[in-house]
């Protein structure tokens, strides 16, 4: 039985993961976590997942930059000390930053343990009683090989998908379209993205154009995207054995 905590930066991609990890790998929505860990303002989301009697905590710190402060005020260093957890992994947007400055700031913010890009670690702590014992950590850094976020991922999974990369093409062209001097913003990489998986959905499901981001999660066939699949292939590992490349403290 294992209890694994997932770290990521807002709603959004709590909500893209969790559906992701359900629909595809077969993990079950809980109610609660064995941790207690809940969400302390508006900005944090909890989600709780089952399989197989392992638990799976999903936590959206509150967006970009506020891993540290998470951490902290949910005592994460000393629950990893404290409690029986078998991994944790971080997921962060790239945004304008490279690989090596992503991974500095994440450990940075952690205490015993490091976290590497792209491959599980195994790290050697010692838990309250003076005992060592072991906890693996992942990296993944979103995009993995561009500059961006969350929704250049997205962008590029809806591309794989036959169903929906003609309109997410046409959007594209749209967004693409309006830079200049209409909208100067849009020629910001990550607000055109935005503005392109948020005028995505909004034309493919019109009536809930109003409502959140979780509800257009749910109308996409993410399982069809072999990009996602690819990316998101550290998942397949939760609640059973890491395929550990790095030993070390």
């Known amino acids: 039985m294992m209890t694994e905590l997932i770290l990521v930066e807002g709603m959004s991609d709590v909500q893209l993961i969790s559906y992701y990890l359900q629909n595809v790998y077969g993990w079950k929505h809980e109610k609660s976590n064995k941790l207690g860990i809940a969400s302390l303002d508006v900005h944090e989301h909890i989600e709780s997942l089952s399989k197989n009697d392992n638990q799976l905590i999903l936590c959206g710190v509150g967006g970009n930059g506020k891993f540290a402060h998470f951490v902290e005020k949910h005592r994460v260093n000393s629950i990893i000390v404290e409690q029986d957890i078998s991994s944790l992994v971080v997921v962060t947007d790239r945004d304008e930053s490279s690989y090596a400055e992503v991974r500095c700031i994440i450990n940075k913010s952690l205490g015993q343990i490091s976290v590497k890009g792209g491959k599980w670690k195994n790290n050697v702590i010692e838990d309250s009683f003076g005992q060592s014992k072991n906890i693996n950590t992942y990296l993944l850094v979103i995009p993995p090989n561009e500059k ?102």
């Open 148 to 249: 961006g976020a969350l929704e250049r991922v997205i962008i590029d999974a809806l591309n794989d998908i036959p169903e929906e990369t003609n309109l997410i093409q046409e959007v594209v062209q749209f967004i693409e379209s309006l830079k200049g001097e209409l909208v100067p913003e849009l020629n910001q990489i990550n607000k055109a993205n935005k503005a392109t998986v948020g005028t995505f959905f909004s034309v493919r499901d019109p009536k809930n154009a109003m409502r959140s981001f979780g509800i257009f999660i749910s109308k996409v066939d993410w399982s069809k995207s072999e990009s996602l699949k690819e990316l998101f292939l550290p998942f397949k590992y939760l609640g059973e054995e890491k395929p550990i490349e790095d030993y070390g403290k």
